[in-house]
Nanobody
């Protein structure tokens, strides 16, 4: 079992930046690929970004490439999502997710956090 707790959400104006954090705990969380998804009201949850356990591989959704950066600190067992140049369309609940491989994170995560709200106003 891996437990994930997100933090760092809030309200920001368009063009601004927010950094989300996901702290992992439980059974060997540093060995898992970890990523971020988001869900806006009335829409399906969508993949945002993922990072492999030793940070050698990252994946991004096309909608966030060049604006968002995922990173991790295995000493702190924390994954970060730095979000720059935010747009109102980025408004959503952001969820941290984990799976045994980074590829699996992008499609079928095994574990989820509770989510943190990010609101971008125009």
């Amino acid at each position: 079992q891996v437990y994930l707790v997100e933090s760092g959400g809030g309200s920001v104006q368009a063009g601004g930046s927010v950094r989300l954090s996901c702290v992992a705990s439980g059974r060997t969380p540093s060995t898992y690929g970890i990523g971020w998804f988001r869900q806006a009201p009335g829409t399906a949850r969508e993949f945002v970004a993922a990072i492999s356990r030793v940070s050698t591989v990252t994946y991004y959704a096309d909608t966030v490439k060049g604006r968002f950066t995922i990173s991790r600190d295995n000493a702190k067992i924390t994954v970060y999502l730095q979000m720059n140049s935010l747009k109102p369309d980025d408004t959503a609940v952001y969820y941290c997710a984990a799976a045994q491989t980074v590829v699996a994170v992008t499609t079928t995560p095994d574990y989820w956090g509770q989510g943190t709200q990010v609101t971008v106003s125009s």
